[in-house]
């Protein structure tokens, strides 16, 4: 397993690639125009948006209390030291999606705009982590490279307007996205399953029965 060590910190070089993904998605909400009514807005879910990042991060690191709790009361300082890994981060982005939702809805942000936002983060960061993981990451090459081509055709499409202009199209986009995934994971993946499914999986099954809950749902 491919790793970084950084003074005394090793970290996954895939959680690495991760970060360095997060980090030029935020620049490129940060430069482009979501067309908010005003640049305060504009500032306003940029803010919203990196304050969700850090909840995340620190949801991440936290679930280990949650995960591993026999590791933390032997040893606190794991706590620095490593993650709630997988299933941590499936738990920090169910919280840090929830926050940024209510949040935005807090800040009169249209429901439609706090979507579009969402995914363009999600998708540019999709596809940054695995090209990068393609490039530097020895295993599922044909893996990484499709999920990032298609995460970086969804991003172009929605920057420029041809999809998502209801919320219709919102959930057809996050249910064709979770299948392609889900499918391509289970033929090119060897994952750790839980009842069949790995976490990740799960998650991905998890956003097709709530888009599917909302797809008539008039939403405000």
Known sequence: ????????????LKWFLLGVAILFGLVLIKVLPLHLPNRAQN??????????????????KGSLLLLEPSLVIKTPLSLLYFTG????LVLAIIFSISYFIYRARKLDISMLVTL???LLFSFSVLSVYHFLSATFVEDNLIYHVLIGIYS???FILILV??????????????VLFSFYKI???LILINENTI??????QWFFIGLIIVSLFFWDRKLQ
């Open 195 to 200: 009842f069949i499914f790995s976490i990740e």
């Open 161 to 174: 307007k041809r999809i998502l202009s209801s919320y219709k199209s919102f959930f057809s986009v996050i």
């Open 116 to 118: 579009k936002c969402l």
């Open 183 to 185: 499918i391509l994971s």
């Open 1 to 12: 397993m491919d790793i970084i060590q950084i003074g005394s910190f090793t970290i996954l």
């Open 85 to 88: 890994g997988s299933s941590g």
């Open 152 to 154: 970086l055709t969804n």
């Open 43 to 60: 500032k306003a879910v940029f803010d919203l948006l990196i304050n969700s990042v850090f909840l995340g991060f620190f949801i991440w």
